[in-house]
């Protein structure tokens, strides 16, 4: 035990250099730095934005229209004047938003006509903030538009709801799952459900990716450096120096993965995280009561697939490094194994699995890296057959890997492939 | 008597190349033992056979009584292997990389710690000990490593040209050291193409070509049997027949 974690010190300590943590640490700085940066220019857009108002009809209906974009995220600045002057004074005021009411809009709209408002966006720039407040202020009018048409209707049908006039059809939904049924939107479940498992995938990509370069990078090293040929030759049993390896570098990736996370965490939190309908209260009971929320306990066996993935990988890059030359050629090896883990994720993200054709569902089962994306969903829905059979198919993969690597580093494999080379260069040069 | 090191009929082929075809040799415990020949006669093939690195194709070889290939792990904790193009840990001081090489040889923290005392006089780094290895030139790295072959007194050392590319008072240095330990009771087995050196240090050499044994023997010896003023003369002579 003394000896291998002896071992795992010194490859932390190999992998752990300042040049390799610099690129990490400055993409962590960059996102941070990006994220608040969005973060304050958001928190400015989200301000009560100025809106001038010429109000040229002034009348009882041009004032409602008039406050109806009063809002808490909208200030209303009424005025007059030509549009040259309306152009003055919002620059002056430092306001981008001009809205024209013209003279007929009362006599038009009980006439049962349209009119147009005259909407001028004074624009230095474009980016997403700027498009949010246009799409605010757009809804202000869908708004007043919408408090005409009731004016209307209540005039037309005293008595009678403008409301239930406009919308003589409304949905009660229902959601079920396996035997039960429970009043919810199927939308807004499934956004709460996938807020609670997005980060899953991208976490396990990223240790996965890490940590295989990681433990290539070890093994190639070891032979550019010349240093293998040294430790293959004292006292230490060879699977003591593989699982040495492979903790060590499961270590380093989990540390370069924290650094990422979280500054990928603090950079999309930037952006907020909208589902397709605000959720409420109900629609988290709701979830609760379907079974679909993940408790400590799922959480428990999430870390177990987790953990048993990146035991995969690490142990399938072990294998394949041993292989290489050098720490760029035991990079390149490591290439089919991101495959391996890419394969699955994006098949994951855009297809249900379960109505997939026959030979890609045998594609996914068959690739051990598949588990861990699949079974959110499965403990969601029971089905803990797929998740204890993935424990057992990642635990027998990553067993025989690991064996191979360690009966390779056995033999004089580990060493002939370059050996051989060199033995023929020599007799070519002699020959 | 039991050898320190027993090697028997020993063949070793990669592929259809045959790099060793049937070498035999013994070396008496305590004796330093040269191995002499050209670039690709075998020599470093035959150092990695010794050291466990690579497995006889066919042959015998033993370590005091024990064969390198049924018994390996045992092997390994009385011999060390100094590779002819071997490196140091680069990201590790020279201390630090003494003592993860230490801790594979003793679980006793006092015994590591006078492994590595043991080392850190035998490199003669003076501070720079506590330094980089990736600081070090080509020389001070070599000293290092002869250092961790050395600092366990192993009972049989392997040393595959201990001196390559090393200047003059570098190369004067190791061979001393190694003269010192063979002299407090190390077996040594080294090999060289640098016969001159290999005769200063060793008690007997064999000659090899083309993986076979062509002449062994004392040096004094092989230089009076053949007429010879040093080694090289003696090799030039017998692969001439």
Known sequence: ?431 | MEFACSVRDLVRNFGGLRALGGISFDIKPGEVFGLIGPNGSGKTTTLRIVSTLLRPSSGKVSVFGIDVAERPGEVRRMLSYLPEDAGAYKSLSGLDYLRFMATFYTTDNRDRDAMVEQGMELAELGQRIRNRVKTYSKGMARKLLLARALMMKPRLAILDEPTSGLDVSNSMGIRNRVREYARQGTTVLLSSHNMLEVEFLSDRVALIKQGEIIETGAPEELKQKHGCRNLEEVFLKVEAR
Not at chain 1, 64 to 69: H, I
Not at chain 1, 268 to 281: K, V
Not at chain 1, 288 to 293: C, E, K, T, V
Request: overall charge positive; proline content about 4%.
């Open chain 1, 1 to 431: 035990m003394r000896v291998v974690i002896n071992i795992i010190l010194k490859e932390a300590k190999e992998l752990l250099t300042p040049q390799m943590l610099a690129p990490f640490v400055a993409i962590m700085v960059v996102f941070v730095f990006i994220g608040r940066a969005i973060r304050g220019e958001r928190a400015k857009s989200s301000r009560p934005q100025t809106v001038i108002v010429a109000d040229n009809d002034r009348t009882a209906l041009s004032q409602s229209v008039l406050e109806a974009l009063q809002s808490d995220q909208t200030t209303v600045i009424p005025a007059e004047g030509n549009l040259d002057e309306l152009l003055a004074l919002a620059r002056t005021a430092g306001v981008t938003w001009i809205v024209v009411i013209p003279e007929s809009l009362e006599h038009r709209i009980q006439a049962f006509e349209t009119v147009d408002l005259q909407v001028y966006n004074i624009v230095s720039g474009f980016s997403i903030t700027q498009m949010e407040k246009s799409v605010r202020l757009k809804s202000l009018f869908d708004k007043a538009n919408e408090r005409l048409a009731q004016a209307h209707l209540a005039q037309a049908y005293p008595g009678a709801s403008p409301e239930n006039i406009q919308n003589p059809l409304r949905t009660s939904d229902f959601v079920v799952v396996r035997d039960k049924v429970v009043r919810g939107n199927a939308d807004v479940l499934s956004g709460l459900v996938m807020s609670q498992t997005f980060m899953i995938p991208i976490v396990l990509l990223m240790v996965l990716i890490y940590s295989s370069q990681m433990i290539a990078a070890s093994i190639g090293q070891e032979k550019e450096n010349k240093t293998l040929e040294t430790l293959l030759t004292v006292p230490i049993n060879r699977t003591s120096i593989v699982i040495g390896k492979m903790v060590g570098a499961a270590l380093v990736a989990l540390v370069v993965s924290g650094i990422f996370m979280v500054a990928m965490v603090y950079w999309t939190g930037s952006f907020g995280g909208e589902t397709s309908a605000p959720a409420g209260a109900a629609d988290t009971s709701a979830l609760s009561q379907l079974g679909l929320s993940l408790g400590p306990q799922s959480y428990v066996l999430l870390a177990v697939g987790l953990f048993l993935a990146v035991l995969c990988g690490l142990s399938l890059a072990t294998l394949l490094a041993i292989f290489a030359d050098d720490a760029k050629s035991a990079q390149v090896s490591v290439t089919p194994l991101m495959m391996l883990v890419m394969i699955p994720y994006f098949l994951c993200i855009f297809l249900n699995i379960d109505a997939a054709s026959l030979p890609l569902k045998i594609l996914m089962y068959a690739i051990p890296f598949s588990y861990p994306f699949l079974m959110p969903k499965a403990i969601m829905f029971g089905n803990y057959g797929l998740v204890f059979a993935g424990f057992g198919y990642m635990a027998l993969f990553a067993a025989a890997c690991i064996f191979t690597a360690a009966r390779l580093f056995s033999t004089d494999r580990v060493l002939t492939a370059k050996l051989r080379w060199v033995r023929r260069r020599r007799v070519r040069a002699e020959g």
